[in-house]
């Protein structure tokens, strides 16, 4: 749960909405990024990160599983600091 924390507080803190609520105590992360869909995909594919969108795309949901590091954390949040 520490990097599925650390993702929220990420993305909270450059302001995404977050729709997990702090705190929770689940390795998933659900957030609206706000941005042209288009390019949210290809930042993703460039970046060799796999997130589920959902609401037609307005949001994303990542599964922090045990696999993941802390490095792959901090690299979504390094894409996702580049939508703007």
Avoid: C, Y
């Amino acid at each position: 749960m520490g990097l599925a924390h650390r993702l929220h507080d990420g993305l909270s803190a450059q302001g995404h909405t977050v729709l997990t609520p702090p705190g929770n105590h689940s390795a998933i992360v659900a957030f609206e990024h706000g941005r042209d869909i288009d390019m949210v995909r290809r930042s993703l594919d460039d970046a060799r990160i796999r997130l589920s969108f959902k609401e037609g795309g307005a949001q994303l949901r990542a599964g922090v599983a045990l696999f993941n590091t802390a490095e792959e954390i901090d690299l979504l949040l390094d894409v996702t600091s580049g939508w703007s």
